[in-house]
């Protein structure tokens, strides 16, 4: 690891695994490792935003996203997750005012960029049409990802998308 620049280590979400104690782990090969949320559907983080739009008392959005609901920075997703470095927001979904208005609360939320999973194979994101189904249109993904990157411009994050190849 010492051979790789810092700012292109990067660690993949992975099911089940990817959690604050992953993060911690990854960070001790690199501060500046580019740590990823497990996939969080978009219309899961809109529906909650929308039952309390107070960013800073949404508990149940505060806990979706990881923030320590102890220190409430909501403003601070890396300090009140005790990480330090880039750390991206991974969504999945496929309506892209939905995906636009989940990137926008997740930088809002703190997090470093976003990123829109095109990869997951697991029948129960596919079979919604989300993950690695995207790809089947790339004309709507470039539209995903061209709304979510101007939600969030003002903000100057970067969105990308995660495609697997096998």
Known sequence: LALIAPEHFSVAPM??????HYHTFFR????????????????????LFNSNKELESNEALQELLGINAATKNAHNVNNSMNN???LILQL?????????LA?????RMGYNGINL?????SSAVSGRANGCALMRDPSHVAECVERM?????NAAKNVNEDVELS
């Open 28 to 47: 001790y090969f690199s501060e500046n490792a580019h740590l990823y949320t497990e996939m969080i559907p978009s219309e899961t983080i809109v529906n």
């Open 117 to 121: 999973n095109c990869g997951c194979p």
């Open 103 to 107: 990137s926008e609360i997740g930088v």
């Open 84 to 86: 330090r470095g880039p």
């Open 92 to 100: 999945g979904g496929r309506d892209p005012q939905t995906l636009a």
């Open 149 to 153: 990157s101007e939600s969030i411009a």
């Open 15 to 20: 099911m089940k695994h990817t959690n604050r």
